[in-house]
């Protein structure tokens, strides 16, 4: 969906599961770290206002978005959480750098979804410019890291 005309941090509420009980993991990266904070912030905040008890979130950081996946996998296997949130940005460069390490990130995530029992969700930033990222971490396109977490409950509660 293009964020162009939509807010990431608008939903309904009421359409999310209660989510006491529910252990989630967030794999942070530390490259663009202004970005993936604003992330990280948007994704706790929304996990606690659903039911998730600040001591169920269990946070690691990693170097960059390519070490997501890896982070999220030793999540799974040493903490079993319910779910995984990997936030992410990267910013478009002059070189393939970006494209490379995108497509990485994206295959390993849907990697783990599929070898795992344990819900990954995608809060990674694709972006062409700063100001975009900007945008969609709390500016104008409203937080990913509202949308990853909504999406994170849902899925640890799928039947």
């Known amino acids: 969906m293009a964020t162009a005309l939509s807010n990431l941090s608008d939903y309904n509420a009421e359409d999310v599961p209660n989510a006491n009980g529910l252990r989630i993991g967030l794999i942070v990266s530390q490259w663009n ?31 960059g978005s390519f070490e997501l996946p890896f982070g999220a996998s030793k999540m799974i296997d040493k903490h079993a959480p319910d779910a995984v949130i990997v936030i992410g940005s990267v910013i478009q460069g002059e070189t393939k750098h ?62």
Do not use: W
């Not at 809060?123 to 994170?152: F, I, M, P, W, Y």
């Open 33 to 63: 770290k202004e970005i993936t904070h604003a992330l990280y912030k948007g994704a706790v905040e929304t996990l606690i206002s659903h039911g998730v008890k600040d001591q169920d979130i269990i946070t690691f950081h990693v170097p």
């Open 98 to 159: 970006f494209d490379f390490v995108c497509q990485a990130t994206a295959q390993g995530v849907m990697d783990l979804n599929i070898q795992t029992q344990t819900p990954v969700i995608f809060c990674v930033l694709t972006d062409n410019t700063l100001q975009q990222a900007q945008d969609r971490s709390g500016g104008k396109h409203g937080n990913k890291g509202v949308e990853a977490a909504v999406a994170a409950i849902q899925m640890a509660t799928l039947s």
